[in-house]
């Protein structure tokens, strides 16, 4: 598994979200601590579509429509759950490589992940 | 039957004249020879109750879903089940053509069970929507409904001299393309259909709209060509869909195509808006965009009679929304 979700809708889901990152990445804690990349959801699109990270980095998606989206990326094994209005999940990228996404309950939605090897990004 | 359409024709020049001032109330639409023709306003329609097997659509429930477009989901899913109850012939069955929940949650499952109880009808059939199979897949749903379709979600059945075939296209999506049947689904409909002969009635239940209404919002069934092709050759096909959240009709051939309304919330129409999902519209209007629908059907002729029912009394829910 290339990294792991966490949804942190509401407190006991950021406790759950922390420690899974906690616990289960070492190297995706670090880059928690630094702080998540962000992706928007408005109007059911992602925003930014396309973004470049390093490998560790924790991506996150935050759901500002008034209806459910979630985020299925097959290569990084990412099925996450749904997100409601607010809700944003975390997911770390721990391994380089292209990882294209979509909303599974709305596969018009679609976004690329690029990861590069720390000091590679470019 | 027969007779009850005569008199709904008498008063279609009636109808027609109140057509452009949309009132809200239930429009009775006829298919006949394969054309949908607006008929009249359901109370026009003479002649006491319906002598054919009828049964009732609903679809959209969402229950679990408590934004702005609609803070009361329960409620206007209440409202609708009243008009259900109040019907002057019981129906023979509810379809429910998917989304019972917003968020496949266990609680709005039994929230679910717990509210459609109150349906006075001996039975229900159910498909799922991509509402209904979040997180889990369908495993929450399939606990509650799998049992007509062996675990698969998809299933057929018959009930006065009909074929319903009941469809799964919520749980195939590729990014960039409508969601799909699956090879395994269409292969198993291609098998079913075949033992039927052309002049049995068919009706298809399905969450997704079988025909593209609007690609761009993934508003289409990506392989329904094929199922399509297995079901051109009856004489008489209806296909009822939910997901959109309004109404809507197309005839190709012998087969007519109705999306019906949710009971929780609108949508868009198609390209009308930056993006689709919940429309937040005035009170006074909600009740007029959320309903059900009532389907007539005559042994023996092709002539099928839907009724889309929104929600009675619509100005005391804008009172309530109000209050």
Request: with cysteine; charged share 20%; hydrophobic share 40%.
């Amino acid at each position: 598994m290339n990294g792991a979700w966490a949804p942190l809708g509401h407190p006991l889901g950021l406790m759950f979200g922390v420690c899974a990152v906690a616990l289960g990445l070492g190297r995706a804690y670090e880059a928690r601590a630094a702080s998540p990349v962000i992706v928007e959801i408005n109007q059911f699109q992602f925003s930014p579509r396309e973004i470049t990270v390093d490998a560790g980095t924790v991506v996150e998606w935050l759901n500002h429509d008034q209806t459910v989206h979630n985020i299925i990326a097959p290569d990084a094994k990412l099925a996450s759950p749904g997100m409601d209005t607010g809700d944003h999940v975390d997911f770390t990228f721990t391994k380089p490589g292209d990882y294209a996404y979509l909303c599974g309950l709305h596969p018009h939605m679609t976004g690329i992940i690029h990861v590069r090897a720390p000091g590679n990004s470019g | 039957m027969i007779d009850n359409l005569t008199d709904i024709r008498l008063t279609r020049r009636k109808a027609l004249s109140c057509l452009g001032a949309w009132s809200g109330a239930a429009v009775v639409w006829g298919v006949v020879g394969g054309v949908p023709r607006a008929l009249g306003m359901a109370a026009d329609i003479k002649g006491g109750p319906p002598k054919g097997f009828t049964f009732a659509q609903i679809s959209d429930t969402h229950l679990g879903f408590n934004k702005d477009a609609n803070p009361d989901v329960v409620g206007t899913l209440r409202r609708c089940i009243a008009d259900l109850n109040a019907l002057p012939q019981r129906p023979g069955f509810i379809a429910h053509t998917g989304d019972i929940t917003h968020l496949s949650k266990p609680a709005e499952f039994d929230l679910a069970e717990q509210v459609f109880s109150e349906l006075r009808v001996d039975r229900m059939h159910f498909v799922p929507g991509e509402h209904d199979a979040l997180d889990n897949g369908l495993t929450g749903y399939l606990a509650r409904h799998g049992k007509a379709s062996d675990g698969k979600a998809w299933y057929s059945f018959d009930d006065h001299g009909v074929h319903f075939v009941a469809l799964n296209n919520v749980v195939d999506f590729k990014a960039g393309s409508m969601p799909s049947l699956g090879d395994e689904q269409v292969k198993w409909l291609q098998q079913d259909l075949a033992a039927r002969s052309a002049s049995t009635p068919i009706v298809v239940l399905a969450h997704i709209p079988l025909w593209t209404v609007y690609e761009p919002w993934g508003w289409g069934t990506a392989d329904a060509e094929p199922a399509l092709a297995a079901l051109r050759r009856f004489g008489s096909v209806t296909v009822l869909n939910g997901h959109i959240h309004q109404v809507m009709q197309k005839v190709e051939g012998h087969v007519a195509f109705h999306t019906a309304m949710s009971t929780a919330y609108p949508q868009p129409a198609p390209g009308t808006a930056e993006s689709p999902g919940p429309l937040k519209v005035d009170a006074g209007q909600l009740g007029k965009l959320l309903g059900t629908r009532e389907l007539i059907v005559v042994r023996g002729a092709r002539e099928l009679a839907t009724v889309d029912r929104p929600i009675a009394g619509a100005a005391d829910l804008a009172a309530g929304a109000r209050s």
